[in-house]
Structure formats: structure tokens, C-alpha cells
């Protein structure tokens, strides 16, 4: 459906929504962000003219249903898939890709550093997938140069850039925020840089004691994503990589740089996301989400977690999902996923689908606790599944349906007990749900409650 | 060893830790929860006479390592084990509390309402357990009278009460606030009563027309509790089974009446601790611990969860350590874990140890966040021995190391890749822990920089 209303923005100097926005144009991605969000057009139109509002849409992701990320919208979801150069390949991650959809990620990033032709796969991500697709160009730009950092030019990181745009990618992890004189601030840290991008970065401007040239050419990236409409997704190299480092100096100068980036691509009409920590004690997240709203203009916020523990290896989807429940009811827009492989290896089909659910119960509890119309209405729905003892239902209105239904059939499978009034934790005899107090009983009692003599 | 120290109790007519503390005396039971959690031991007897911490610690159970429950100490985690009619027997059971102490259960109710032989399930546990063991003793009460509500009497519950005291129970739930003139008020639930001790209670109230006889007879059940010490886990009956009837005024009705059996036992010096919900927004969390505090006089709040949505079934150990989290972090003394299975089915062995791990990492997230001295000592290790690409060191420091080990070899199995400095999640280019900068290449850059014209 998008094919025709991108062909009519062909060969406009500026094609970004934010562009439109701010000339009062709604489009039709607005139109249709609308319809799926159940908030007026208007609104939408208004909030990405503000910044405060994003809808990821190349014009040359042409099957894309679009989206938007903000915070007067709900919660998203990010999940990252991607070959390393010691697992995985093409048809593993359209595999991945087809599971993250499934299991309701809104955005997915293909952060494939290896394991084949990194073009090949990542339009085939593209042609396969009604979600944004994001990247981060400087992993193939490193690669177009066979690993050695040092020999990285700001011409081989715009080739990749102009490159993936004409690809149709959504929106691109730009480490531009890390300043060569950023970098003495990390040496009290226990765990240095633990951003991939970040780290190429810094060891460029130390091998060049030049500035870092995603900052020096910010412009020229800006000129190629007002061409295809890609939404920079300002990255955060210098985010904490343990509760040790969390919310440091070194955390702060680059946020500050990534709210005057912000303001520069906002004077273009590009659209900006930011990205945020990684991992932080959950008594300082709410200061890094105000924090962020006030150094960047409330531009989205678009957290890694945050991981609340750091020791919980194998089990990281939960210790981050803490953190990002909690960053989402504080305001972030999106939460990328983590999943249980985290610091660990490779993730593969079934730690996407438990990193996604575990992800999707925080935005959806982050959505609850902002009290946005109607996020509780499924919650509900489920709770008169389950006084009603009706398992199908239950099922059906579970974020896994099927992890849902295996659970319960694995100690009462027979049909009969998808209406039966208990399941195998309780028994039949002990279900606290059985507890019915019809309306006709309990106006007994109160008549001879009130019978009774007072005090 | 505690043979010796509960021998000369024996026969006094009260013998409760917190009748001790409030005649000054540190026992044995403080001194060595003293040293387990690094605090002196005169500040537990304080907190023991003050009532804003318990040592459940029955003089039967003499294999007890003692542990404490209270705010001034680390955030405890219970673990619920226990064979239903239609699943499970002794020998799983035992093996579930092998795990649960495995992966770090501070306190394991025994929740059997079936499976085999209650009384020979629950010495089993308690001849097995080094940790506390609690119960709720109207479950086998019913069992007595063959599972018919309407023919318990006191004297049926009572009876259950003694045998179990005398068994060496350490804590038990005892539904006493729930009266019966709170009944009507459940009418606007979506899920009515969801305890199921409390359901009993109900159902038993509204066939008789009388109080709560767990009410009527607290005072004897106070003696029974003075003699073996026994602690109260005073039963949140009210508490709300989904996020639609959080916080309504049946719960606070009956959180009030909790408050006034605290103030009751307390006058016997009986330890008490105080159970809470259940099913909670983010958004209230914090409402529910204050509350409790203020109308318990700050007896320890030993919460469900609470699960932050209804609709994550297959995987609430997470909806509900999400709340979790956040209870600790308030001030809620233990957190009662919730397994994958909740709602569906009985938990088997791997879900004791899923549910464990995210509780775990709940309680130490909530530790960390309240800031107790050392509390990130073993986060701030690990991310040492990530730093060095130390990996066995990892797997050690993990909460489930046999996990971490297991995710990590998934795809790097050969010894080679222990001291590698890469997984298989980036590839060996691209981790970026390597962005090891050396001091001097830092000083460098400092020197290069101070030598630039500013400005």
C-alpha cells in the first residue's frame, strides 16, 4: 500500500514525516499510525512535528506498516536479530525475523556483523518484514575495510550510510555523541565502552587523535536521511556496561552532545530517537528517563533494558525486563529486548521468543501503569476468562498462546479440562477461583448484617 | 546445633524469639542470623522486640539454620512446593525443596492439599529443610472433614494448628482478617477471593452466618504460637486476583484488621509477619507497601509477586518479579515467588528453578536499589571478571551458574573459548569489551588535548 504514497514524494528535497508534519501535512502513515494507536490524526501529526514522536518509514520500504514511537503512544518493543561472524546466516534470521513479528516486536534491528553477505541479508530482512528495520552502518563500514579500525575513513561510513538508506532502512544507530574528549572520563569505569559502535569508534579517534567523524560529518548524514526518510537512532556509546559505571560523567557529557545532535537534525526535519542504558540500579532509572527527556527535548527515548543486577547471566531478559518495565512507566518509548544469551552467545529462535515476551510484559505494564485509555482492557478481559474457568479464552488472550496452553496440557491434557473449574496446581477440591458468592447470597448476608445489633 | 540452644527453653510457657529480645536477651538464633547478614547482633534483637523482624524459628524444628525476615536485612525469597490430588507425591516434593535450597529459597511453604499423606509430605520437609518451613493449616483442616466446607469447626482448625506447631512448622497463614461483614464488598470484583484459604473461609461464613472463626479463636491460636514458637503469617484473604480489583476497599478492609491481629500477637510476643497481594499496576505498588507499613506498625510484608499485568500466563515469574522488584525496593521484606506454571498447572522442577532465579535477582535488584552496604559487591566481581574475559569466573558469580555454563557452550563448547575475549554473540572482532584503553594511550590523548587551542 505504501508504494503509492511514496511515489508521489519522489525527488522532493526533504520526504520525512517530520517535514510534513511541521507543514501541516498529514500522511498517510500518520493516517494509518492513527488508526493503530486510537488517538487522532492530529495528534500524531503534532507530536512528530514536536520531536516528540517518530514513525520510522523509509521511502523505500515500500511493505512497511507504519508505526510510530512516542510517548503519547504506546510502549514498543525492539528486538535485535543478526549473524556474527561465528553463527548463524541468511535463513536463520529470516527465520528469527518471522518469530520476532510473531511474538509482537515493533521495530526489529539486523545487527549482523558476519556469517554471510551482509547486503544480502539485510534486504532480504527489508523485503521480508512489515516492521521498521533498523542497522548500525558502522559494523559493515568496518567490515568494508576488513576490521582495521585505523583505516576507517568518513567517506567509507557515508558510502555504507547512503547505501543502507537506499536499501530501505528504517533507522541507523549514529555514534556520534562520543567526543574524543569524552574518552578520559571512562578510565574509572570497571567495564570501559561496552557499545560495539562506540567501541570502533574510540579506538579510531585514539589510533587518529582526530575528533570522531560522525560528529564532524553529522550534516552530511543528515542530507542523506532527509532523501529517504531514515530516523537517526542517536546511539549511546558510553552507556554503562555494569551497575558500576551507571549514570558516570562519561554517561552524561555524551547525552548532552546527543541533545545538540538532536536539535541539528530537528532544524532539517529529520526525525531522532535517542538510545539509552544498559544497565542501572533501579533507584537511578527514573533520573536517566527525566534526565534524558530534559537534555534532548523529550525526543524518544529508546532503552537497552536496563539491567537491574548484573550477575543474573542466563536469565537477563528478566533483570532487564525490570529495568525497562520501569523505564517505560517512567516515560521511555521503546525498550530494545535482551535475551536470556545476553553476555553469553548467540541468541537463537527460542531466546528471541522468551527475550520478546518478557519485553512485551514490561512495555504492556508500563502502559498500565501510565494509564493509557483502554491498556488494561485485555487484562480484564482475561480475568473473567479465568472466573469463568474457560481455558480457550485464557489461552487466546495470553502474549504466548501457545507457551500457555503447552503449560497447562502438560498435567491435564484430556479436552474435558478446558472447561473443568480447577487445573493441576490446586486440584479440583482447592481452586480459590471456585469461590463464587452469587449476588442472591451476599444480599442474605448483608440483610443479616444489618440485623444484628451494632457495636 | 540448635538441639542445645532450644533445650533449655523447653517447658517455659513462652518461647518465642521476640518474647526473648523484649527482655533484652540475644539468642543464640540473633547471634547467628547476626553474622549471616553482617549486622550486629544487638540490632536484631531490636528489630526482633520492635516487631519489624522475625526469626521464624519453631524450638521443633531443630535443624534450622536460622534466618531473619525484616527490613533492616537483606530482601528474603520464598519458595511454595507442595503435591496438589491430581500431581506430584513426596519423593518430588522432596526433591523440589532440594532445588529450591539449590537456587537460594529463604523460607519453602508447603502448600500439599493432596498427593499422599499430609502429616508424612510435612515432617519429611521439615527433617529436610535447613530453612524455615511454612503452611496453611486450614488446607489439611478441610482435608479432615473430607473436603466439606460447612462441617469445619474451631476446634477441627485448631486441632490441625497444635499437630502442625508440634510438627515444627515455623510460620503459618492464618486467615483471621477476614471478617465476615467484608464479604459483600468483593461483589464489584472481576475475580472475587483468589486465596484459597480464604475462599474456605467464605464459603464457611456464608453457610453459618458467623464470624471468621480463625478471628473468634485468635487468642488460641496465639497460645499454641507462644509455646513452640510459631510465627503468624497474618493471610491477605482479600488480596486481588487481577489489576482490576487491586486496592479496592475489601483489600484495605481487611489490611486494617491485619494491623489490629498484629497488635494483638504482639502483645503475647508473638512474631508476625503480614502477607500481600497478589495482582498489582506499577503504578500502586508503592501505595500498597506504605499502606501496609501504616497500618501494620511496619510488621514485614512478605508479598505474592505482585504480577504488573494479567495476560503474560507461561511466563507470570516474570509479570509478577517485575512487581516484585519494586515491593523489595519499597520496603516488603520477602517476596513470594511465582513459578511459569502460575495459573496453569503445578510447577515441576525446572519451573521451582526458573521461578527461584527471577525471584532471586528481584530481591537482590531490590537491595541493591535500597542501597545496603555491599549489596553490589558480587555485580561489581562479575563485571571484573567480564572485563578480563574471565568466563568460568562468570558462570561462579552467575545466580545459576550450571545455566550461564550451559548458554555460553551452547555455541563455544571447547575449553579454548573459556579464556577467549570474545562470545558467540559479536564474534571475535567485534566484542566490545576489547575496547580496552590503555592508561598511557589515555594520557596521551590528554596531553594532545590540553595542547589544542580551545574554544
Keep these: 500500500m505504501r508504494s503509492e504514497w511514496v511515489a508521489r514524494r519522489r525527488g522532493q528535497a526533504n520526504v520525512t514525516q517530520m517535514h510534513f508534519a511541521r507543514q501541516g501535512v498529514i500522511t498517510e502513515e500518520m493516517e494509518y499510525v492513527a ?23 523509509n521511502i523505500n520500504h515500500t511493505n512497511l506498516e507504519p508505526m510510530c514511537i512516542g510517548i503519547a503512544s504506546r510502549c514498543k518493543v525492539n528486538a535485535n536479530i543478526g549473524a556474527s561472524p561465528t553463527s548463524s546466516g541468511l535463513a536463520e534470521e529470516l527465520e528469527k525475523l518471522k518469530l520476532a513479528i510473531k511474538y509482537g516486536a515493533d521495530t526489529v534491528m539486523d545487527l549482523s556483523t558476519g556469517g554471510g553477505d551482509l547486503d544480502e541479508i539485510r534486504t532480504a530482512i527489508i523485503q521480508a518484514s512489515p516492521v521498521p528495520i533498523g542497522t548500525v552502518p558502522i559494523y559493515q563500514a568496518l567490515e568494508s575495510v576488513h576490521g582495521k579500525v585505523e583505516k576507517l575513513s568518513a567517506e567509507d561510513i557515508l558510502h555504507v550510510i547512503e547505501k543502507q538508506a537506499q536499501q530501505g532502512v528504517d533507522y541507523m544507530t549514529i555514534h556520534a555523541g562520543i567526543l574524543i574528549e569524552y574518552l578520559p572520563l571512562v578510565r574509572h569505569r570497571l567495564t570501559g565502552i561496552v557499545s560495539r ?6 579506538r579510531w579517534m585514539l589510533a587518529h587523535h582526530k575528533q570522531n567523524p560522525l560528529y564532524t560529518h553529522f550534516r552530511d548524514i543528515i542530507e542523506i536521511f532527509k532523501k529517504y526518510d531514515v530516523s537517526f537512532s542517536l546511539g549511546d556509546s558510553l552507556r554503562p556496561g555494569c551497575l558500576h559505571d551507571a549514570s558516570d560523567e562519561a ?31 533501579m533507584d537511578q532509572i527514573e533520573f536517566n528517563v527525566r534526565k534524558q527527556m530534559e537534555e534532548c527535548d523529550e525526543a524518544p527515548f529508546y532503552v537497552l533494558g536496563p539491567l537491574v543486577t548484573d550477575i543474573a547471566a542466563g536469565y537477563d531478559h528478566i533483570s532487564s525486563a525490570i529495568g525497562a518495565a520501569l523505564a517505560g512507566w517512567y516515560g521511555a518509548a521503546m525498550l530494545c529486548y535482551v535475551t536470556p544469551k545476553e553476555h553469553l552467545g548467540l541468541p537463537n529462535a527460542e531466546d528471541v521468543r522468551n527475550g520478546l515476551i518478557a519485553y512485551k510484559i514490561a512495555a504492556h505494564a508500563a502502559d ?17 476468562a479465568r ?12 502474549l504466548d498462546p501457545e507457551r500457555a496452553r503447552e503449560y497447562h496440557d502438560e498435567t491435564l491434557p484430556a479436552d474435558i479440562y478446558k472447561t473443568a473449574e480447577f487445573c493441576s496446581m490446586c486440584g479440583p477440591k482447592f481452586c480459590p477461583m471456585q469461590t463464587k458468592m452469587d449476588a442472591e447470597a451476599l444480599s442474605e448476608l448483608e440483610q443479616f448484617l444489618a440485623a444484628q445489633p451494632t457495636g
Design 368 to 384: 498500565i501503569a501510565r494509564h493509557r485509555p483502554g491498556a488494561r482492557d485485555r487484562d480484564d478481559e482475561m480475568s473473567r
Design 35 to 57: 488508526q493503530r494507536e486510537n488517538l487522532p490524526p492530529e495528534l500524531i501529526r503534532s507530536e512528530v512535528a514536536r520531536g516528540r514522536m517518530i514513525i520510522p518509514a
Design 197 to 202: 559502535g562506540g567501541g570502533i569508534l574510540a
Design 251 to 281: 554517561q552524561l557529557a555524551e547525552l548532552k552532545t546527543l541533545g545538540q545532535l538532536t536539535r541539528m537534525a530537528w532544524e532539517h526535519d529529520v526525525q531522532v530517537m535517542v538510545e539509552g542504558p544498559g544497565h542501572v540500579p
Design 387 to 398: 472466573y469463568n474457568f474457560d481455558w480457550n479464552r485464557q489461552f487466546e488472550l495470553s
